[in-house]
């Protein structure tokens, strides 16, 4: 089975995918399996809204309902990370907000980096480093890394704002080196690669940088992933939990409320079907003159 690297860059919003020079995105878009309408959770904030992501249950059932992470995470929550460890898999987790602590149970990491970007600078790059290189030497089967550059550029400076789309391509720019990195070293076909957004710059005081789009994006590239799929319906964060499982060879946990969208990331898009079709007919065709 395949293993997982989950990469969440907050706020990051659909729309900057279309006008940001962001190479490695486009890269794994065309690759993959390209989502647009991944729906923000209430409250959209990325506390919250991680918490879901991993548990596969909404805000108002595993407690999390702000970012200060003084709540705790209701004791009926099945984190991904604890089903990790219960199959004896190993999980690491590289990230530069301290709150995101809540979403690891006691002993679910292997390997748990944090660099404290005191929510002013931005460390995308430098988590990115030191992700890759754990990924090399220990080969953990799921690796979150959660990158907060353009959400720090979008609270401060709006999330229309130059600096903001800017923080976006560093992002794209270090996730790239990391991707070259995986397959210098022989790991490209080793990691599924999930690309995704924790919220959508909703939760910014300043009201003209509001967005109006809703929809998150969600990209998923790799090994058995098919090429060039894009999803229209809308997709829950609570059916990425069980999907990622999947992903992994796991059974989705009995308590989470989400279903895997493996269904959808792996039916034949109509070219193929199409293609299939017009193989099949020549065949025939051959075979009547032969």
Not at 63 to 72: D, I, K, Q, R, Y
Not at 206 to 212: D, M, W
Request: proline share 7%.
């Amino acid at each position: 089975m395949p293993k997982l690297l989950c990469v969440v860059i907050d706020g990051l919003r659909t729309e900057t995918l279309a006008c940001a020079h962001v190479r490695c995105f486009d890269h794994l878009i065309r690759s993959g399996v390209v989502a647009r309408q991944l729906q923000p959770l209430q409250p959209d904030l990325t506390l919250p809204t991680l918490i879901s992501l991993f548990t596969s249950l909404p805000p108002s059932e595993h407690g999390v309902l702000t970012n200060s992470g003084a709540s705790l995470v209701s004791p009926h929550a099945v984190s991904l990370f604890s089903l990790l460890r219960y199959r004896h898999m190993n999980s690491s987790a590289f990230y530069s907000c301290d709150r995101l602590r809540l979403l690891f149970p006691p002993d679910s990491l292997q390997t748990g980096v944090f660099i404290n970007s005191q929510a002013i600078r931005n460390v995308d790059r430098d988590l990115t480093e030191l992700a890759y290189l754990h990924l090399q030497k220990e080969k953990p089967d799921f690796c979150l890394l959660s990158l907060s550059g353009a959400d720090i550029a979008g609270v401060h400076f709006g999330f229309r704002s130059e600096p903001y789309r800017e923080s976006v391509e560093q992002a794209d720019q270090a996730l790239g080196l990391l991707l070259e990195h995986l397959a210098v070293v022989g790991l490209q076909q080793d990691y599924v690669i999930m690309v995704l957004s924790s919220h959508n710059g909703s939760r910014t005081r300043i009201s003209e940088n509001r967005p109006t789009d809703t929809g998150l994006p969600l990209i998923i590239a790799g090994p058995g992933i098919p090429q060039g799929v894009e999803l229209e319906q809308p997709l829950s964060f609570l059916d990425l939990a069980p999907t990622m499982a999947t992903i992994l060879g796991l059974a989705p946990h009995p308590d989470w409320r989400g279903s895997g969208i493996e269904n959808q990331l792996y039916r034949p898009s109509l070219e193929l079907i199409v293609r299939a079709q017009k193989k099949a007919t020549r065949h025939r065709q051959e075979g009547l003159a032969a």
